[in-house]
T-cell receptor
Framework: EAGVAQSPRYKIIEKRQSVAFWCNPI?????LYWYQQILGQGPKLLIQ????????DSQLPKDRFSAERLKGVDSTLKIQPAKLEDSAVYLC???????????????FGPGTRLTVL | AQSVAQPEDQVNVAEGNPLTVKCTYS??????LFWYVQYPNRGLQFLLK??????LVKGSYGFEAEFNKSQTSFHLKKPSALVSDSALYFC?????????????FGKGTRLSVIA
């Protein structure tokens, strides 16, 4: 079974530029998550989708971050404009999202390492 | 709000010795608890989870964890460490009374197994 795919793996940009990340979840997984992992910290949830609807985006900095999952499969996360403090690894995860979602196991992609100069 | 603490930044253990990576949590209800491992330049890999039932949970690669409600702990253990177990380990908790509460991760513990 193919895992969660993410691209690009690495990205270096200057502050105030824009950047986009792509995620393709495990086939059949209804729930998709984007996390931000700053060096030395655990992942922090940015946004959660159930199919193509947003379930939780309370920790997404909406003035600069946006995400979409238009057809309920793959997703993009965008930052515009980027700040120095956005340097982090951006992880995408997916889970089945059926039955009792809170017990679901989340499966993570390899992440995109963003460096903002 | 739920929270999780991993009190040790680094754990060093000799190959073949037992290992323990500590995790304590704070929730309002009965917790759902998870352990993940992260190897360099890779995403998190699921090891095991506790939802309900037997307090001793067995997972991948010979790891197990014991849920202790009175001590609010969920320590990860392995009877005999391998050099290949060296990685970053994350404990995570979800507070289930609200269905869509996020999974909250600890800051991680780096395990180093020395040959």
């Amino acid at each position: 079974e193919a895992g969660v795919a993410q691209s690009p793996r690495y990205k270096i940009i200057e502050k105030r530029q824009s950047v986009a990340f792509w995620c393709n979840p495990i086939s059949g997984h209804a729930t998709l998550y984007w996390y931000q992992q700053i060096l030395g910290q655990g992942p922090k949830l940015l946004i959660q989708f159930q199919n193509n609807g947003v379930v939780d985006d309370s920790q997404l900095p909406k003035d600069r971050f946006s995400a979409e999952r238009l057809k309920g499969v793959d997703s993009t996360l965008k930052i515009q404009p980027a700040k120095l403090e956005d340097s982090a690894v951006y992880l995408c995860a997916s889970s089945l999202g059926r039955g009792t979602p809170s017990t679901d196991t989340q499966y993570f992609g390899p992440g995109t390492r963003l460096t903002v100069l | 709000a739920q929270s999780v603490a991993q009190p040790e930044d680094q754990v060093n253990v000799a190959e073949g010795n037992p290992l323990t990576v500590k995790c304590t949590y704070s929730v309002s209800g009965n917790p759902y608890l998870f352990w993940y491992v992260q190897y360099p330049n890779r995403g998190l890999q699921f090891l095991l989870k506790y939802i309900t039932g037997d307090n001793l949970v067995k997972g991948s690669y010979g790891f197990e964890a014991e849920f202790n409600k009175s001590q609010t702990s969920f320590h990860l253990k392995k009877p005999s460490a391998l050099v290949s177990d060296s990685a970053l380990y994350f404990c995570a908790v979800r507070d289930p009374p609200q269905e869509n509460t996020p999974l909250v991760f600890g800051k991680g513990t780096r395990l180093s197994v020395i040959a």
